[in-house]
């Protein structure tokens, strides 16, 4: 991981969205959260939504199916207000 691929103090936010949600629908919901309260977010470019370790959130981490906010509660067995994930710039040219 280089200094990039570190969360950012003070960037963290939490939302309310469904629990079938996508990955997809976590990024838009947290795009648009980031944007309203933090005015040095760049809602400009592509993102991702990362586990910690910084693996992308397309799959299951187990590789058992799409990434689904239930399903992974399911795997993790964690409740879902103890859930963190993280937004990626994609890198230009990616």
Not at 25 to 39: C, F, G, S, T, Y
Not at 54 to 75: I, V
């Amino acid at each position: 991981m280089d200094v990039s691929d570190h969360p950012q103090r003070g960037s963290r936010v939490h939302i309310r969205i469904n629990k079938s949600s996508t990955a997809n629908d976590i990024i838009r919901e947290a795009r648009k959260q980031m944007a309203m309260l933090n005015k040095a977010f760049s809602d400009e470019g592509e993102y991702s939504l990362c586990y910690s370790d910084g693996q992308p959130a397309s799959a299951l981490p187990n590789g058992s199916g799409m990434f689904t906010l239930s399903a992974y509660k399911a795997l993790v067995l964690k409740d879902y207000a103890k859930m963190v994930f993280f937004l990626k710039l994609a890198e230009a040219g990616s």
